[in-house]
Nanobody, 125 residues
């Protein structure tokens, strides 16, 4: 199981109010096997569940801080998951990770066992 986000460690820099799309290319499994989640961690803060999409029925869940601004989607042909981020705010600045595991409405990182290396997103004010 391998997950690689948006260019593998490339820093993503965007202004507040802007948009950015992260991608997560998966190998070694399909989205029928595992759900995919997006998480983020800012310096000095705990890892936060951003969004996940269920392998069972395609249900999507979002954290309260990103609801209405972020959208998770999959391209099964490419075995890739995307996180479209709109109306970005400086508080969205964090390292973003994709992970494979079990998606529930709690977007609990402890239910995800395989992780990408993370990609830094910086939103300037």
């Amino acid at each position: 199981v391998q997950l690689v986000e948006s260019g593998g460690g490339l820093v993503q820099l965007v202004q507040a109010g802007g948009s950015l799309r992260l991608s997560c290319a998966a190998s070694g499994f399909t989205f029928d096997d595992y759900s995919i989640g997006w998480f983020r961690q800012a310096p000095g803060k705990e890892r936060e569940g951003v969004s996940c999409i269920s392998s069972r029925d395609g249900s999507t869940y979002y954290g309260d801080s990103v609801k209405g601004r972020f959208t998770i989607s999959t391209d099964n042909a490419k075995n890739t998951v995307y996180l479209q981020m709109n109306s970005l705010k400086p508080e969205d600045t964090a390292v973003y990770y994709c992970a494979a595991g079990t998606c529930t409405r709690h977007i609990d990182y402890t239910t995800f066992g395989a992780w990408g290396q993370g990609t830094q997103v910086t939103v300037s004010s």
